[in-house]
DNA sequence: CGATCCCGCCACATT
DNA sequence: AATGTGGCGGGATCG
């Protein structure tokens, strides 16, 4: 009947269901299919049906509206009878479909056609993995089911795993909001830790005598159950245990069981994991008799959660022989690190704990959303942006829901590196007195929310967004360099405006952080109130442009304001930050505006592109003058520019900046940063410092993290792909404009992260140099050869002597640039990187070198830097 | 015959 | 009460 039933269906209404196109799942990696977003999949095999599923691939491809008018559930259902197609539509698609089809229908579907897994991996195939920031794509449970072909109960067990992994967040009733893999890896890493928590040892032991689980397990049993106590560390995601009402049931299985499961592997040593093991862990922790038929009906579970996980490519299916003979396993072959770590020294920043909740209100201006929605939500709230939020069932309202609150904690302790960092940059550089307050200003960043995702849209402004841009380092300072350094730099000493600059960052990648510190001291001040303006700014960019965001796929930024936050910081950015929107803030000087308010309104979560356009117009115009100079030389990108233009505009020429440095990007100069890649596209962290301001280098300790000194800015970014962005502020005391060469050679900083690995890339921007000592990728983890690397890749840059100081550099992906000072330098610009440059910074870590060019102040200076870039240079290649 | 796991009943939650 | 969710396990397939 079903194969029926799809001939029929399929002639009306194309979509249906179908069973469609195994074929091409079986062949696609589910790992591709990240990379892939959306495509259909599809490759024609001769299927029955396959017509049919052609044919809805298609549709849907082309148009999921009209797929869902049509369909309809119940036009499917109903629909049988209608043999074969011929609506034209139909016919067109078959055509296409043809060479398979054949016979229609031939085989039955066999029960693999009809598997989980190869559902999962329709669903999939649907959205791509990384979504656009801006777009928000919104699943229908029903829709999905008709046009899968399936019951929605099928849809249930295929999104409750998705959303364990936060690829996916519940909405409202019957709707899923989609997030992609953006936030994939900073799940992984905190289900990582929280895994080590609970079954750290478990695992360890398990391991070590795989057979004797049993016994163990009563021994163990201990350990693990007070972990079900924490469940709400699992949960974190999820739940909203918290409060909760609720925890109902549900909360219970599925998504809680593929939470733990994937801690399992995580924390597992060999990354295999077999069946019956981890069923024992799990029923474990859930109740202490293990009867027979629990436990074969928690395999029956873990069964349906590693189909799903297998689709996402995060595990495959391996065999385990043992003594006794071979048992069903499972091997991760998802990330394995994850640059955040845990380990961070944390110290004592008090700024850290003071995360957790207090100050909300003061950090205004960096939030962190997190999945989108949740953490949206929350903030949404306040401005009744998000009327979902209650929707689900656990959805807190509550202030921290577990979730958020791993991803607090996961601020923190950025938070504490931040804080480090600038002590150590204080220490440092004596000559600010002023310094210290950028600590603050990281506890604030903390408590605000911390980013971490979620949106990913580029909510924030701030940076720019493409990823490009990030690459781009190079273009970005070659921007700034051009322009007018010297003038910049100036007037950065003397004034506020450029403080801006300082003090924030903006990341584009999913989750970021950044820490800055920014050194003036005098500024900082100022800058707040800039921060607020722009953050005002973006909101109402955001409004507005949209156009941006699609280019960033950087999700989210963060911005920090260097500053003090804690002055007064203008109500408005507090207010900004309320409302949540994002999280991004960005700092620009610029002038205060009203904020707009995030609109956010549920529906459209995207905000984040306008906001970033709002960003890069406000960079613009702070820049303006500045950028006068600059961009004469350069076109901005077009995109940007337009925005500017729209925007604000007075600033035109700040646009000019950025296409410099674009077009620079060519151009080797840049000077100041340090880019390190990371490894592979995982996680990573990026870090951008600024060398302006710590003249002193930087050191961290290699373990670890790091201290950074200076104002720098870590990103982890989840997603490679994204790109962070930094931006440092320059520094320096007012004075020194022109550090010059004494400056460079300031900065130092080492990076060493241990986890890290990761990929993602780090800039250090100094204006003044950095210091080589860096090589840190070695030490950082030994353990795991991949993830060493981490490149650093000085960029030189350009030795624009006028460059250095302060400056602030942005770059996120796409967007970027961030407007720190205006006058002084100017970031640089963000989509203008990305194109030429950008692809080789991104293709390969080690690649990279980009050159980030960049101006800063004014100074000059720089020439050292960048010799002492180049030495930084780790393994990438620094192009030069 | 054991490994997989589809299917869908039905309880509980939410509307 | 209707509808959404999703636990659960019988039993069909697969290998």
């Not at 999939?124 to 999905?144: F, G, H, N, Q």
């Not at 600038?422 to 980013?451: A, H, M, Y």
């Not at 600059?501 to 800058?527: A, I």
Request: glycine share 4%; charged share 25%; with cysteine.
């Amino acid at each position: 009947e079903n194969i029926f039933d799809r001939s029929r269906m399929a002639p009306k209404t194309p979509i249906k269901n179908e069973p469609v196109d195994l074929s091409k799942q079986k062949g696609c990696t589910p790992e591709r299919n990240p990379i892939t977003p959306v495509k259909l999949i599809d490759r024609p095999q001769p299927d029955p049906w396959t017509p049919t599923a052609n044919l809805k691939m298609l549709i849907s491809a082309a148009s999921p509206d009209m797929r869902d008018r049509e369909k309809k559930k119940e036009l499917f259902r109903p629909i049988e009878n209608s043999e074969q197609s011929d609506t034209p539509d139909s016919l067109q698609y078959d055509m296409v479909d043809d060479c398979t089809v054949d016979e229609f229908e031939k085989q039955r579907p066999s029960r693999k056609q009809k598997s989980l897994g190869l559902l999962c991996q329709k669903f999939l195939a649907r959205y791509p993995s990384y979504p656009l920031s801006t777009e928000k794509t919104t699943i229908s449970l029903d829709e999905v089911a008709s046009i899968l072909g399936v019951e929605r109960r099928r849809i249930y067990d295929i999104v409750n795993v998705l959303e364990s992994l936060h690829l996916v967040s519940r909405v409202a009733k019957n709707q899923y909001c989609w997030h992609g893999r953006h936030n994939l890896n900073q799940t992984l890493k905190t289900l990582q830790e929280a895994g080590e928590l609970q079954y750290g040892e478990l695992m360890t032991f398990f391991q070590h005598k795989e057979q004797d689980l049993e016994y163990k397990f009563g021994e163990r049993k201990k350990e693990t159950i007070p972990d079900s106590q924490d469940r709400p560390l699992l949960d974190f995601s999820e739940p909203d245990c918290t409060s909760a009402s609720a925890n109902s049931r549900k909360d219970k299985s599925l998504r809680i069981m593929s939470q733990k499961f994937v801690m399992l592997f995580l924390v597992s040593k060999t990354k295999i994991v077999t069946l019956d093991i981890a069923a024992k862990i799990l029923i474990e922790e859930t109740q202490d008799t293990v009867d027979h038929s629990k436990f074969k009906t928690k395999v029956r579970r873990l069964y349906d959660i590693a189909n799903v996980l297998t689709s996402l490519g995060l595990i495959k299916k391996v065999h385990v022989t043992e003594e006794r003979g071979r048992k069903p396993a499972f091997k991760w072959i998802g990330p394995v690190e994850f640059p955040g770590n845990t380990d961070e020294p944390r110290g004592r920043s008090p700024t850290s704990d003071a995360l957790p909740g207090t100050q909300r209100g003061a950090c205004a201006p960096y939030q962190i959303c997190s999945t989108g929605k949740q953490r949206f939500t929350r903030h949404a709230s306040f401005n009744g942006a998000q009327p979902y939020e209650g929707t689900r069932r656990k959805v807190s309202s509550e202030p921290n829901s577990p979730r958020q609150e791993r991803q607090d904690e996961y601020c923190s302790k950025m938070i504490n590196l931040a804080a480090v960092c600038r002590q150590k940059i204080e220490e440092n550089n004596t000559r600010n007195p002023s310094i210290t307050s950028p600590l603050s200003l990281l506890p604030v960043l903390g408590d605000s929310d911390f980013c971490v995702n979620s949106l990913p849209q580029a909510v924030f402004p701030v940076v720019q967004a493409d990823v490009p841009s990030l690459s781009l380092p190079n273009g970005v300072s070659s921007q700034a360099l051009y322009p007018s350094v010297p003038a910049v730099s100036k007037t950065e000493n003397g004034k506020p405006t450029l403080l801006p600059s300082q003090p924030f960052l903006c990341f584009p990648s999913s989750s970021l952080f950044m820490l800055c510190g920014s050194l003036q001291e005098n500024n900082l001040r100022e800058t707040l109130p800039t921060m607020g303006g722009v953050g005002n700014r973006s909101a109402e960019a955001q409004a507005t442009v949209p156009p941006a965001a699609c280019q960033k796929r950087s999700s989210h930024k963060c911005v920090l304001p260097s500053a003090p936050v804690d002055d007064e910081e203008p109500a408005a950015k507090k207010q900004t930050m309320e409302q949540s929107d994002v999280p991004l803030s960005l700092v620009v000087p610029k002038k205060p505006f009203e904020s707009p308010k995030a609109e956010s309104t549920p529906g459209s979560g995207c905000t984040s592109a306008e906001h970033l356009e709002d960003f890069h117009l406000d960079l613009a115009s702070p820049a303006a003058p500045e950028a006068a100079d600059k961009e004469s030389s350069k076109p901005l990108d077009s995109q940007e520019q337009e925005k500017r233009s729209q925007n604000k505009d007075p600033d035109e020429p700040s646009a000019g900046k950025e296409h410099i440095s674009k077009e620079n990007a060519n151009q080797p100069f840049l000077p100041q940063y340090l880019y390190v890649q990371p490894a592979a596209g995982l996680s990573s962290f990026n870090f951008l410092f600024s060398a302006n301001q710590a003249p002193g280098a930087i050191s961290l300790a290699a373990s670890q993290l790091p201290a950074v000194s200076v104002p720098c800015v870590v990103v982890p970014s989840t997603a490679l792909a994204s790109f962070p962005l930094i931006c440092s502020p320059t520094i320096t005391s007012p004075l020194s404009p022109v550090p010059d060469g004494s400056f460079s050679a300031a900065a130092c900083v080492n990076f060493s992260m241990s986890g890290l690995a990761s990929t993602t890339p780090v800039f250090i921007g100094t204006t003044a140099v950095v210091t080589p000592k860096v090589s840190p990728a070695p030490s950082v983890d030994p353990q795991q050869p991949a993830h060493p690397t981490l490149h650093l890749s000085p960029v030189l840059a350009r030795s624009c002597g006028a460059v250095k100081l302060d400056s602030p550099m942005c770059m996120g992906h796409p967007v970027t640039l961030l407007k720190l000072q205006q006058p002084s330098s100017t970031p640089l610009t963000p989509k203008s990187i990305r194109p030429a440059r950008h692809e080789a910074f991104f293709k390969t870590p080690g690649s990279l070198g980009d050159p980030v060019a960049w101006k800063k102040n004014e100074g000059n200076q720089t020439r050292n830097g960048s010799s002492v870039q180049r030495r930084l240079e780790i393994s990438s290649t620094s192009p030069d």
